[in-house]
């Protein structure tokens, strides 16, 4: 087996703590503090900056140094109208190609998701890294490897901002099965509602996600505007 070189091990131990919402949005990353911490030279740690501003976690603005990414409503509004898009065409592949055995491992990690969303003891980490799993596995299963680059790049983002608060589980307690229903879709073979349900479900993670950072829409329409309860019909 191939070592990982002390960039990938840097950035992949980097990426970790900031996703786990070690970092508040906005804060700064100094650069010398990252190679002392991870024992790596100042040089390894821009390479490591680089490929995290690729994934969208980070800032680096000349002179000024690195950050944490801020939460923009702007930002997080157009990073869900891309990744309903992506997700759904996604959704639609594998509803086309997907078999029995890699139906039955959907099922069986929705599941598990809609346990820990629906539990009143919540592992806030281990839930956002499950659901990550979920998401990804789909996109994995399209085929497609563009489509799972730019998905995954929209959920590290995700798994980050999640990070930040406390995730409030009371829409899942009301609307349970939710991911198994989403996966449902999804194997009957049914590309059209496939690609529906899954634009659904990341509308409805939008409008969740607004709800939990406490963010006020602005008054210009939306494509992916609309009533929760609406969406969740």
């Known amino acids: 087996m191939k070592s990982e070189t002390l960039i990938e091990k840097g950035y992949r131990n980097l990426k970790k703590a900031i996703i786990s919402g070690e970092f508040c949005p906005g804060q700064s990353l100094p650069q010398r503090r990252i190679a002392e911490r991870f024992g790596i030279t100042t040089i390894t740690a821009r390479e490591i900056f680089r490929k995290l501003e690729h994934d969208g976690l980070i800032e680096i603005e000349p002179k000024w140094g690195v950050k944490i990414c801020d939460l923009d409503i702007a930002e997080l509004e157009g990073r869900y109208i891309v990744r309903e898009a992506l997700e759904g065409m996604a959704a639609r592949i594998v509803a086309k190609k997907i078999n029995s055995q890699k139906a039955e491992e959907l099922i069986k990690l929705a599941s598990e998701v809609d346990k820990k969303f629906e ?115």
Request: glycine share 4%.
């Open 119 to 233: 539990s009143d003891r919540i592992n806030q980490v281990n839930l956002i890294k499950l659901h990550y799993d979920l998401h990804m596995k789909i996109a994995i299963e399209s085929g497609c490897r563009k489509l799972v680059e730019n998905i995954e790049r929209l959920n590290l983002q995700y798994m980050f901002w999640h990070n930040t608060v406390k995730v409030d589980n009371s829409w899942h307690k009301k609307n349970r099965n939710w991911h198994t229903r989403l996966v449902k879709s999804i194997i009957e073979g049914d590309p059209d509602k496939a690609e529906a349900m899954m634009r659904k479900h990341v509308r409805v993670g939008f409008k969740l996600e607004m709800s939990e950072f406490n963010l006020t829409k602005t008054s210009s329409p939306s494509v992916i505007d609309g009533k929760l309860t609406e969406e969740s019909r």
